[in-house]
């Protein structure tokens, strides 16, 4: 079945330091992907998606690309902030969107 | 600015109980979701609806029901209660036009004791 494996956590970083977040999905047809974005005490929010291949997702100085060939759509960030402490979500969708799978979550703790 | 309200932030249950978890969205969206969120498993789909009276069931809908009476509202309902549906709740909507995903409510943290 369809599927997204994220790296496991947590992820402490330095300010400024740069970020990978690595995701790979399984999935049959042509899926769009997402990252999503829980701060502490809050739901998720949308940081960013990409619907095809090549595509790239761009947000608050976050990017992914959607590699078909590899399966992939990490998460990057060139210099991280403490307010970017939080947990990202990788997903994927299809079809009519009614279903979204999700990876586990990766925390990031970003340190001043 | 579009908004998804869980009604509870915090709930402790007792085993057994019937429990009641609230969702109102603000935007007119047709697509209405429950999900729970455990530590390692990530989000689970438990049930979602696409209309009013409409539901459908997710990867994991045993032990839970819904009830969608008003476009508006989306209650997630625990016949019994038990220990293992201790867990973080996230509710969701989704205008059935659009691609842009999910708007998710704060959730509601549920102790069943």
């Known amino acids: 079945g369809d599927s997204v494996t994220q790296m496991e956590g947590p992820v402490t970083l330095s300010e400024e330091a740069f970020l990978t977040i690595n995701c790979t999905y399984t999935a049959t047809g042509y899926p769009s992907l997402f990252w999503y974005v829980q701060y502490p005490g809050e739901g998720l929010q949308l940081l960013l998606k990409?619907?095809?291949?090549?595509d790239k997702g761009s947000n608050k100085g976050f990017e992914a690309t959607y590699r078909k060939e590899t399966t992939s759509f990490h998460l990057e960030k060139g210099s991280v902030q403490v307010s970017d402490s939080a947990v990202y979500f990788c997903a994927l969708t299809k079809y009519n969107f009614n279903k979204f799978y999700f990876g586990s979550g990766t925390k990031l703790n970003v340190k001043p | 600015d579009v908004k998804v309200t869980q009604s509870s932030r915090y709930l402790v249950k007792r085993t057994g109980e019937k429990v009641f978890l609230e969702c109102v969205q603000d935007?007119?969206?047709?697509?209405m979701f429950w999900y729970r969120q455990d530590p390692g498993l990530g989000l689970r789909l438990i049930y979602f609806?696409?209309?009013?009276?409409?539901?459908e069931k997710g990867d994991i809908p045993e032990g839970y029901s819904v009830s969608r009476e008003k476009k508006e509202r989306f209650s997630l309902i625990l016949e019994s209660a038990s220990t293992n549906q201790t867990s973080m709740y996230l509710c969701?909507?989704?205008?059935?036009?659009?691609?842009?995903?999910?708007?998710f409510g704060s959730g509601t943290r549920l102790t069943v004791v």
């Open positions: 609806s696409y209309d009013v009276k409409m539901k």
């Open positions: 990409a619907t095809k291949a090549d």
């Open positions: 935007m007119d969206h047709e697509n």
């Open positions: 969701a909507s989704r205008d059935r036009g659009e691609i842009l995903g999910y708007t």
